[in-house]
């Protein structure tokens, strides 16, 4: 939603969506706000524990299985297996997400890839849909005075769907954008530590078409880390463009850098504000 810095400042229940790329800062500054003020609702933590829960522990059960003596303690009920996610442990979605490449690296099949990301794509759907009943829920039972939506980097492919528009209607959207040295750490990290992330379909195809091309080898022998820190400033750049947009038209921006600055409630409500005059 679009308010005016006079509006803003008299929201008595503020609810803002923080909107950008994985490791610019938006889990850090939701922590910094008092908790005792502010719900902190992590859009992947809802993924996780509410639509992917069940294939996510499917895809453990199934690697456990090929364990002959978990397979067998798991056959007869002797041992149960579950998920410990949490909002600064998302570990189990990305192990489930994957990598697309060579099964013998821990690679998976473009089919079972596609697959997996299609659920994802279903997943965050309905989690940004949950945000308005969350929102009343946080004020009415917990007694919270605002609501911060720490949202996932893949939001920004939701533009144009309904769970965008009910974000929009419910929520102040704040873009955090990753300037030059930021970005560069973010590519930095993708290369040291290469993790699964979320991509359409289209981006996908004509992204590992063009790595193929330029490694010449095939689907099932690439290296699934390779792949990934070769596509990631790639889809930095892909992002932006639609993130820049869903600010643009719905929304404000600050920089990572700006947001790494702040240490507590009122300095982030003056950052706000000054997005908003800007």
Known sequence: MKLSKKDFNEWENKSITLLGMSGVGKTTLA????????????????IGTKYLEEPILDNIKEKAMNVPFLAELLKLDSIYISCNITVDNLMPIS???GKIGDPN????????????QTLHMDAEMKAMQDVPQFIEKSQRIYNYNHFINDAGGSICELYG?????TLVENTLILYIKADSNIRDELIKRATENPKPMFYTKDFLDEHLEIYISEKEIGQDVMDPDDFVRW?????????????ERIASEH????????VNNINDENQFLELIENAIDS
């Open 31 to 46: 922590n910094k706000l008092p908790k005792s003020k502010w719900f902190h609702y992590s859009g992947d933590y809802r």
């Open 95 to 97: 192990s489930f997400l």
């Open 105 to 116: 690296k821990g690679g998976l099949s473009i089919d079972e890839f596609l697959k997996r």
């Open 161 to 165: 769907t309904e769970s965008m528009d």
């Open 231 to 243: 596509v990631f400033p790639k889809l930095l750049d892909y992002r932006k463009n639609k993130y």
């Open 251 to 258: 929304g404000y921006t600050v920089s990572a850098t700006e």
